[in-house]
Nanobody, 128 residues
Framework: QVQPVESGGGLVHPGGSLRLSCADS????????VGWFRQAPGKEREAVAC???????YYSESALGRFTISRDNAKNTVYLQMNSLKPEDTAVYYC??????????????????????WGQGTQVTVSS
């Protein structure tokens, strides 16, 4: 069973960068679809980026061109590199993992927010 644990959040100035990590203390993340999602105060949770076990990738429109999702299977970790951060990126960022037998496509995972396991989240605040 996957137990995602997020880290790497913090306070950053507009235009700055952060790298979030999603590590797993349970099963091998390499067999799972993994996604990053976020929820800002007063808003619904939204998808940011998803990566399949074949390394197929989907980005939300807000992430495209600024964020990069990647895997390091040796470290059992999925990363979200976030560049050119804006105040509107402020949110709690969650890592989700989709059970292999239930995974379809990265687009479905992101657009439909299909995840079987969720981390506790890490706060990202973009402010001057």
């Amino acid at each position: 069973q996957v137990q995602p644990v997020e880290s790497g959040g913090g306070l950053v100035h507009p235009g700055g960068s952060l790298r979030l990590s999603c590590a797993d203390s349970g099963d091998d993340l390499q067999y799972y679809g993994v996604g990053w999602f976020r929820q800002a105060p007063g808003k619904e949770r939204e998808a940011v980026a998803c990566i399949g076990r074949d390394d197929s990738i989907y980005y939300s429109e807000s992430a495209l061109g600024r964020f990069t999702i990647s895997r390091d299977n040796a470290k059992n970790t999925v990363y979200l590199q976030m560049n050119s951060l804006k105040p509107e990126d402020t949110a709690v960022y969650y890592c989700g993992a989709r059970f292999p037998a239930r995974f379809t496509t990265v687009q479905d995972m992101c657009v439909r927010q299909e995840s079987d396991y969720w981390g506790q989240g890490t706060q990202v605040t973009v402010s001057s």
